[in-house]
């Protein structure tokens, strides 16, 4: 193995060990662990390898690094710390507890995802505490129609169990699998009648993350349905039928589309990092004069293109570099190009730096701001 995936194996293992010893303390050395939930315990175990390795690995791509090294080492720069702070919140409430980033996309879109991720969310809160035995419930000695909840073995409150609360304690995962089975229908319907989507979705990335989620919401709700009105009927099957969508689903993790829920948070250091960029040093053009981005951007985008062994270094000194050449000069240089080839004429540099009061510029094909199919990223990069 190379050195990346050698890390990325002892971080796995690392992770994996200290989840294994939670386990173990949290459950008072497994007194509180149902030895019928050992298959679960294990697929999570495996989960947790699996998604710390490729998490790790993505890591260390130069790209993905640097944006994670400069992402932290942005947000807690101590003139930026305070406006980070109230930005990092605004974001975890509109981006992620409410998905407006999908809602902009689309309505239905939006309430997809949100119902799939809120739905997940609390069936995880709820499934791994009890599996792992960091949450069971007693009778309490007084009475035996209340419940003492105990964390990590120490109790907290208790509650009738026929009350309200209970009730909803209890269904927890009910709730939880009515959001998902409305999320997925939802998913599944504009996969099925958007044409755009249809024109690009694949069976592994698209639709089996779904059936899986459907597969464990709907299984869940017959074992719910076999004891609560069936008198059991059909329990020990359904059970067997839940725990293998279950695991199936806990395996799929680190290696299909559920990776990105791991993902999705790191990219907020991407957004800091844009912040940042807007509020310091900005990257003129070194062929037309304008601002397009960042200083740092630039100087950090040469630095991974060195690493990944791109070379776009020009020998002009006044220029040094392609990066810093911004978006609407290259469509200008392309043209030219084309141009010159066309005539059967050569030239040895890319860009020629003459003392002429007017160069050749690319016109917009979108002449207004938010025209274009980036909406936001359109109006940043706006400028005629």
Same mark, same amino acid.
């Given at each position: ?53 490729? +998490? ?5 791509? /130069? /790209?993905?690094?640097? +944006? ?35 809602? *902009? ?42 419940? %003492? ?39 599944? %319907? ?18 089996? /993350? ?75 053009? %070194? *062929? ?33 570099? +392609? ?49 274009? /199919? ?11």
């Amino acid at each position: 193995m190379n050195r990346e995936a050698v890390k990325a194996t002892l971080w796995g293992a690392l992770v994996t060990a200290l989840l294994a010893a939670l386990i173990m303390i949290g459950s008072r050395n497994l007194s509180h662990f149902d030895a019928a939930l050992v298959g679960y315990t294990f697929a999570v175990l495996f989960a947790a390898f699996g998604i710390t390795y490729r +998490y790790t690995m993505w890591l260390q791509r /130069p /790209p993905t690094a640097i +944006y994670w090294r400069r992402g932290w080492q942005l947000f807690f720069r101590p003139k930026f710390l305070g406006r980070n702070l109230a930005n990092w919140l605004k974001r975890l409430t509109g981006e992620f507890a409410l998905n407006l980033f999908i809602f *902009r996309r689309g309505k239905l879109r939006g309430g997809a995802h949100w119902l799939i991720m809120w739905g997940c969310l609390i069936a995880i809160a709820i499934t791994f505490p009890l599996v792992f035995g960091w949450i069971h419930f007693e009778t309490t000695a007084n009475d035996i129609n209340w419940y %003492r909840t105990y964390v990590f073995g120490f109790p907290t409150f208790s509650f009738p169990i026929h009350s309200l609360l209970g009730f909803m304690i209890f269904h927890g995962l009910v709730w939880a699998s009515f959001l998902v089975i409305a999320g997925v229908m939802l998913a599944m %319907r504009r996969r099925m009648k958007d044409h755009g989507a249809a024109a690009l979705q694949q069976f592994g990335e698209d639709f089996l /993350p779904l059936i899986l989620l459907f597969a464990v919401s709907v299984t869940g709700l017959m074992l719910t349905a076999s004891y609560s009105w069936l008198k059991g009927y059909g329990y020990e099957f359904l059970a067997i039928l839940h725990a293998i969508t279950v695991i199936l689903t806990l395996l799929y993790l680190p290696f299909g589309k559920f990776f990105h829920i791991f993902q999705r948070p790191a990219q907020l250091g991407v957004t800091f990092y844009k912040d940042v960029g807007e509020r310091e040093t900005l990257a003129a053009c %070194r *062929r037309c004069g304008a601002d397009f981005t960042s200083q740092m951007h630039v100087e950090d985008l040469i630095h991974v293109e060195k690493q990944l062994g791109y070379r776009y270094d020009m020998s002009d000194e006044k220029i040094e570099h +392609y990066q810093w050449i911004c978006p609407r000069c290259r469509r200008a240089l392309v043209v030219l190009a084309q141009g010159r080839s066309w005539q059967g004429e050569r030239g040895d540099e890319l860009i020629e730096v003459q003392s002429a009061a007017v160069k050749p510029q690319s016109s917009f094909g979108n002449q207004q701001i938010d025209f274009g /199919p980036l909406g936001e990223e359109d109006r940043k990069n706006f400028h005629p």
